[in-house]
């Protein structure tokens, strides 16, 4: 299977039940909406950031259709500015590839730096896919096993509206 070795394993331990898919493309072409439709899962984004000193670290993820703006998030997180995290802090912090970050990336944070915020419509949703941490491959997860991977990861998470002011 395509990804991250840990993401499997943790999986496994966690006795986690889900869903893989495999695309010769990264699962980010518009025109393949029935694919959606059909596993009847919500497609997820994931944005990982920092703040403007670089010392703090976010993972972001909400409902891939739903316009996240940074000047909101900069406003609900009261930490100044952020921006999007270089390949260098992803590498150091949660060893991932641009494009294919996901809550699996929190089994590469030894350390609970990265903090999470949720954007609180994912609570409505049944089943959330994610990348394992590599392009072309998807993992669709039930919600609640979702808060038990992020229980489980010990980072500090939280669910927010993240997309009004």
């Known amino acids: 299977m395509i990804g991250q070795a840990i993401v499997y394993e943790k999986l496994k331990e966690l006795k986690i039940d ?11 072409d518009e025109d393949d909406g029935g694919f959606w439709k059909r596993i009847e899962a919500t497609r997820c984004k994931n944005l990982f950031m920092r703040n403007h000193k670089g010392n703090r670290h976010f993972l972001i993820i909400s409902d891939y259709y739903r316009d996240v703006d940074i000047r909101i998030l900069e406003q609900k997180f009261k930490k100044g500015k952020i921006s999007f995290a270089s390949q260098q802090r992803i590498d150091k912090w949660i060893k991932g590839v641009p494009g294919a970050i996901s809550v699996f990336n929190l089994f590469n944070d030894a350390d609970n730096h990265v903090e999470v915020f949720i954007d609180e419509t994912l609570k409505n949703k049944k089943t ?6 590599e392009l072309n491959a998807l993992i669709a997860i039930s919600f609640d096993d979702f808060v038990e991977i992020l229980n489980e990861s010990g980072n500090y998470y939280e669910f927010l509206d993240l997309c009004e002011a």
Do not use: A, K, V, W
């Open 18 to 28: 889900f869903n893989y898919y495999e695309s010769p493309r990264d699962f980010s």
């Open 128 to 133: 959330l896919t994610f990348l394992p941490n």
